[in-house]
C-alpha cells in the first residue's frame, strides 16, 4: 500500500476510530483491575440495591411533578434540626435549592436527598429536567439559567444552590462558568460529573454522550479561563464509578474555579445521590453560605 494511501481522509477516519476504540478499551479495562476486591464488590451490591429502588420509583417521575416547599412563617409542627437552621440562619434555609439529574433519569433520583434537606430545615427546593433526547448541554444549561431566573425572581432571593448529578452537574456549570451563572448560583455541588469528560463515552455515538468524550469541543471550551468566578464547587467523585473511567476525571480542576474535590469510596455512580455520607455533607455544607473552599 502507498504512503498516499495511508493518508487518504477514510482511511485517516477510520485509523481515528479504532483509536478511539481502543482508548476506551483499554480505559475500561483500567476501571475493572480491582473489580473483584471486597470493596468493589460492595459497592456493586449497594448499587444493584438503589437501582432496584430507583426503577421501581422511576416511573412516578414520568407522570408526577417533585413539588416544592413553600415559606413557613412559624416555627410550629418543625423538628428540633428545622427550628436550628430556621432561626440560626435563615437565609442559608431560604436559599433555593435545584436538584438536576442526569441523562436517561428524572427526579426521583433525588428522593432521598430531597427529604433529608427538607428535614434539615431548607424550605425551597425545586428540580430541573430535561428529556433523554437532550442533544446539547449548552442549549441546555441556557434553559437551566432561564428556570433559575424565575425561580429567584418568584422567591425574591438573589442566589440559589445546585446540585447536580452526573451530567446534570456539567449542565450546572456550563451555566455557571460560561453563562455568567456565578452572579446566581451560590454552591454547585456535582455528584459523579465528568469534568474532565470519560473514557466510557467514546463507545456511544450519541451526541449528547460524545459532548462527554475527553476530547470534545465541551471539555476543551470548559477549559478556557473563567477569571473571577464567584461560585463555589463542591465536587463528588467515587473510587469505583462505573461511567467515569478513569474516575478521577470526576474531579473539577481549574484554576480559576473554587473547588474541593470529595473522594467516596466503594459506591457506584447511581448510589452518589442516595448515599448517607454524601446526602450528609451536603446538608451540612449548605447551611453554612460564608464557607468557602479551596481546591483539594
Same mark, same amino acid.
Given at each position: &500500500?502507498?504512503?498516499?494511501?495511508?493518508?487518504e481522509?477514510?482511511?485517516?477516519?477510520?485509523?481515528a476510530? +479504532?483509536?478511539?476504540?481502543?482508548?476506551?478499551?483499554?480505559?475500561?479495562?483500567?476501571?475493572? +483491575?480491582s473489580?473483584?476486591?471486597?470493596?468493589?464488590?460492595?459497592g456493586?451490591?449497594v448499587?444493584?440495591?438503589?437501582? /432496584?429502588?430507583?426503577?421501581? &420509583?422511576?416511573?412516578?417521575?414520568?407522570?408526577?411533578?417533585?413539588? *416544592?416547599? /413553600?415559606?413557613?412563617?412559624?416555627?410550629n409542627?418543625?423538628?428540633? @434540626?428545622?427550628?436550628?437552621?430556621l432561626?440560626?440562619?435563615?437565609?442559608?434555609?431560604?436559599t433555593?435549592?435545584?436538584l438536576?439529574?442526569?441523562?436517561? *433519569?428524572?427526579?426521583?433520583?433525588?428522593?432521598? &436527598? +430531597?427529604?433529608?434537606?427538607? $428535614?434539615?430545615?431548607f424550605?425551597?427546593?425545586? /428540580?430541573?429536567?430535561?428529556s433523554?433526547?437532550?442533544?446539547?448541554?449548552?442549549s441546555t444549561?441556557?434553559?437551566?439559567?432561564?428556570e433559575?431566573?424565575?425561580?429567584?425572581?418568584?422567591?425574591?432571593?438573589?442566589?440559589?444552590?445546585?446540585?447536580?448529578?452526573?451530567?446534570?452537574?456539567?449542565?450546572? $456549570?456550563?451555566?455557571?462558568?460560561?453563562?455568567?451563572?456565578?452572579?446566581r448560583?451560590?454552591t454547585?455541588?456535582?455528584?459523579g460529573?465528568?469534568h474532565?469528560?470519560?473514557?466510557? @463515552?467514546?463507545?456511544?455515538?450519541?451526541?449528547?454522550?460524545?459532548?462527554?468524550?475527553?476530547?470534545?469541543d465541551?471539555?476543551?471550551?470548559?477549559?478556557?479561563?473563567a477569571?473571577?468566578?464567584g461560585?463555589?464547587?463542591? @465536587?463528588f467523585?467515587?473510587?469505583?464509578?462505573?461511567?467515569?473511567?478513569?474516575?478521577?476525571?470526576?474531579?473539577?480542576?481549574h484554576?480559576?474555579?473554587?473547588?474541593?474535590?470529595? +473522594?467516596?469510596?466503594?459506591?457506584?455512580?447511581l448510589?452518589l445521590?442516595?448515599h448517607?455520607?454524601?446526602?450528609?455533607?451536603?446538608?451540612?455544607?449548605?447551611?453554612?453560605?460564608?464557607?468557602q473552599?479551596?481546591?483539594?
Open positions: &500500500m502507498s504512503a498516499e494511501a495511508v493518508d481522509p477514510g482511511n485517516s477516519q477510520d485509523a476510530t +479504532r483509536s478511539s476504540i481502543r482508548e476506551a478499551l483499554e480505559g475500561l479495562k483500567y476501571g475493572a +483491575r473489580a473483584l476486591s471486597p470493596r468493589v464488590l460492595q456493586a451490591a448499587e444493584l440495591g438503589w437501582i /432496584t429502588t430507583h426503577l421501581a &420509583m422511576y416511573p412516578l417521575g414520568l407522570v408526577t411533578g417533585s413539588g *416544592d416547599r /413553600t415559606n413557613r412563617l412559624t416555627l409542627g418543625l423538628t428540633p @434540626a428545622q427550628r436550628s437552621l432561626v440560626g440562619d435563615v437565609r442559608a434555609a431560604g433555593p435549592i435545584l438536576a439529574h442526569g441523562i436517561v *433519569d428524572n427526579h426521583t433520583v433525588f428522593a432521598l &436527598m +430531597r427529604r433529608q434537606l427538607l $428535614r434539615r430545615g424550605t425551597r427546593i425545586h /428540580t430541573f429536567s430535561y433523554p433526547l437532550t442533544l446539547d448541554v449548552r444549561a441556557e434553559r437551566m439559567g432561564a433559575i431566573e424565575a425561580i429567584c425572581e418568584e422567591s425574591g432571593s438573589e442566589q440559589i444552590h445546585v446540585i447536580g448529578h452526573s451530567l446534570g452537574g456539567l449542565i450546572a $456549570r456550563y451555566y455557571v462558568q460560561r453563562l455568567g451563572g456565578d452572579e448560583v451560590h454547585c455541588v456535582t455528584l460529573t465528568p474532565q469528560g470519560t473514557m466510557a @463515552a467514546r463507545l456511544l455515538p450519541w451526541p449528547l454522550v460524545k459532548q462527554v468524550r475527553p476530547d470534545s465541551l471539555m476543551a471550551e470548559l477549559d478556557e479561563p477569571p473571577n468566578c461560585t463555589r464547587f463542591v @465536587a467523585y467515587s473510587d469505583v464509578d462505573q461511567l467515569i473511567v478513569p474516575q478521577r476525571r470526576a474531579r473539577l480542576r484554576p480559576d474555579l473554587i473547588a474541593r474535590n470529595v +473522594r467516596i469510596n466503594g459506591v457506584g455512580h448510589s445521590p442516595f448517607g455520607e454524601v446526602v450528609h455533607q451536603i446538608t451540612g455544607m449548605l447551611a453554612h453560605l460564608d464557607e473552599d479551596t481546591v483539594a
